[in-house]
């Protein structure tokens, strides 16, 4: 074999996992590749996986514009912006969603170069092994084979399908159908409230189309901490989202133009609904497809996740896994920082990833973010606790920007004051809660972030706020 094609390390995937530990590994001197097969519509590389092609960023893109229309026919006369004949151009939305999964796609392989990353076109998987480690083969645009001494997989996840309703992706949708319909369905079926189906229900419901949401749990946002979850939720309805709780889900039949949903409601009642479209998001399953592991003796779990320990380690030597394929919350972020802890954990380095301080975001409007305990898991745990909370409609900056929805809430140890989780519904929340992670990073205290000075007028003086509220002492409420 050439010595071009052996490497210390390869990473098969290129999503946000695989593509920063290649870059990473790559900076710390090792000779690295990566191999990713997705392609664009033209049938080129379009690395940065789900999170780039039909997740993360399309999907932003679509709640952008989509907001932008919603706004421009209810929200513009307030602020004295008259707008008549508004029209919605379905297709330059869309073209403008794919022109930023391309300039994303093309910026991951300029970084690729930039860093001497070697970039494989094609689907990888493991040949066996080979006596500097392993062998890599390279199949579909690009055929080659490697030999590596250390190999990430990070192959991602893809959409569960429910039995009985296969994705077609023109009645019934995935993330990738559901970024992509070709003309605003009248009426829009979602099964699964949750992080996908809240979104990808959002985004069609402002530019018109009449939501459905049917979620099988009792609750809504389970995950999320309870008080928020509630607003959300009455937010949510306010705006026009139909959400059924305590669904289960029957018969689902495809017509020639529509699609038909059997189920029961939280009631037993037996109920149908018929949809234009059907989005299913009922949450993300282990890509390990063609990957081959069975060569090397690859362990999967019961539910198809790959087998490792705490800092990523699979139980072959040298062979590495993050990311969606891995335990752990199914997140872009944390997928690259469990890429840059391997990429030094291979060179010898402490490689650390604090998953009690992971954020979490729902992109919706409001946008819904977190990190650290609930106040339900804090009551489980039998956690004593200090709650604080503050509202959006009494910040000056909210009131000025229109958006006055939501809050900012603390909860802190009752002893030590240690800020234990903070949770946003409101404007921005995505934003904000990066404070929160920092502040917790450093084993911050509530009156930490109360005694902080904070801009005025912004939104940042809401978590300033709520943290004062921990010691009921806040200032503007």
């Known amino acids: 074999m050439s010595n071009e094609n052996q490497f210390d390390v390869v990473v098969i995937g290129g999503g946000p996992g695989g593509y920063i530990a290649a870059i990473r590994a790559a900076q710390l001197g090792f000779k690295t590749a990566c191999i990713d097969a997705w392609s664009n519509a033209a049938g080129k590389p379009a690395p940065g996986g789900t999170c780039t092609n039909v997740g993360c960023i399309p999907s932003k893109a679509l709640l952008q514009s989509s907001e932008h229309f919603e706004h421009a026919g209810h929200a513009f006369a307030e602020h004295g912006i008259n707008v008549s004949g508004l029209e919605l151009n379905l297709p330059q939305m869309l073209k403008r969603k794919d022109t930023i999964v391309k300039q994303n796609n093309d910026g991951i392989l300029f970084l690729f170069k930039k860093n001497k990353v070697t970039f494989f076109h094609g689907l990888g998987s493991f040949g066996g092994k080979a006596d500097e480690g392993y062998t890599i083969n390279v199949s579909g645009p690009t055929t080659a084979t490697l030999t590596a001494k250390n190999v990430v997989v990070a192959t991602g996840s893809n959409a569960r399908q429910l039995p009985g309703a296969e994705f077609d992706e ?86 020639e133009n529509n699609v038909t949903v059997a189920y029961a409601d939280s009631t037993g009642a037996e109920q149908t609904a018929t949809f234009d479209r059907l989005i299913i998001s009922i949450g993300r399953v282990p890509n390990t497809h ?139 929340a995505s934003e904000l809660i990066s404070e929160a992670v920092v502040a917790m990073e450093f084993k911050a205290s509530s009156e930490d972030i109360a005694r902080i000075c904070h801009a005025h007028p912004s939104l940042s003086e809401a978590v300033k706020e709520a943290a004062l509220a921990v010691d009921k002492r806040s200032l503007n409420f």
Not at 209 to 237: R, S, W
Not at 377 to 397: D, I, S
Request: aromatic residues 6%.
């Open 290 to 428: 063609g990957l081959n592991g069975e060569a090397v003796g690859l362990q999967l779990d019961e539910r198809g996740f790959v087998v490792v320990d705490d800092e990523c380690r699979t139980s072959l030597p040298g062979v590495w896994a993050v990311g969606d394929v891995v335990r752990g919350p199914m997140l872009a972020h944390k997928a690259e920082e469990e890429g840059v802890a391997v990429a030094e954990r291979i060179a010898g380095q402490h490689g650390h990833v604090n998953f009690n301080t992971i954020p979490w975001v729902i992109y919706t409007s409001p946008e819904i973010a977190w990190v650290g305990k609930t106040e339900q898991q804090l009551k489980a745990e039998g956690v004593a606790y200090k709650a604080g909370t503050f509202p959006f409609m009494a910040n000056g900056r909210a009131r000025a920007l229109g958006d006055t929805s939501g809050m900012v809430k603390f909860l802190a140890d009752a002893t030590t004051d240690e800020i234990l989780g903070v949770h946003i519904v409101g404007p921005v």
């Open 170 to 255: 023109k009645l019934i949708l995935s993330n990738e159908g559901a970024l992509a319909i070709e003309a605003v369905p009248s009426k829009l079926g979602v099964i699964g409230a949750g992080v996908i189906g809240l979104e990808m229900g959002s985004v069609w419901r402002r530019v018109g189309a009449d939501v459905t949401v049917l979620e099988g749990l009792p609750t809504f946002l389970g995950a999320v901490d309870e008080q928020i979850a509630k607003e959300a939720h009455k937010l949510f309805t306010k705006q026009g989202l139909k959400i059924n709780l305590g669904c289960k889900i029957g018969a689902i039949t495809k017509g």
